[in-house]
Nanobody, 115 residues
Framework: QVQLVESGGGLVQPGGSLRLSCAAS????????MGWYRQTPGKQRELVAT???????NYADSVKGRFTISRDNPKKMVYLQMNSLKPEDTAVYYC?????????WGQGTQVTVSS
């Protein structure tokens, strides 16, 4: 059974930092691509960052240089370190696991960047 549980969201001032965590359960985690996406009301879910099983990463242009995705395969964890946060980063952030051609999603965690 595949399950993803995000944590680490909250309210932060512009310029601040947050670290999101995603705990995964299920097999073949270490060889699977993982990702973080975000969504705001009325908009489509958008890619933030992805990481392959081998550790190759990809970022949306809007977060390059500010966000870092990483993973800990033995612990089945994926992280998103977010620095220099901006109000436009406010969204619900979702963890994604592309496993055997099927996308699995967590419940999401709210990130609000506001003074």
């Amino acid at each position: 059974q595949v399950q993803l549980v995000e944590s680490g969201g909250g309210l932060v001032q512009p310029g601040g930092s947050l670290r999101l965590s995603c705990a995964a359960s299920g097999s073949i985690f270490s060889v699977s691509a993982m990702g973080w996406y975000r969504q705001t009301p009325g908009k489509q879910r958008e890619l933030v960052a992805t990481i392959t099983g081998g550790g190759s990463t990809n970022y949306a242009d809007s977060v390059k240089g500010r966000f870092t995705i990483s993973r800990d395969n033995p612990k089945k964890m994926v992280y998103l370190q977010m620095n220099s946060l901006k109000p436009e980063d406010t969204a619900v952030y979702y963890c994604n696991w592309r496993r055997l051609g099927t996308d699995y999603w967590g419940q999401g965690t709210q990130v609000t960047v506001s003074s």
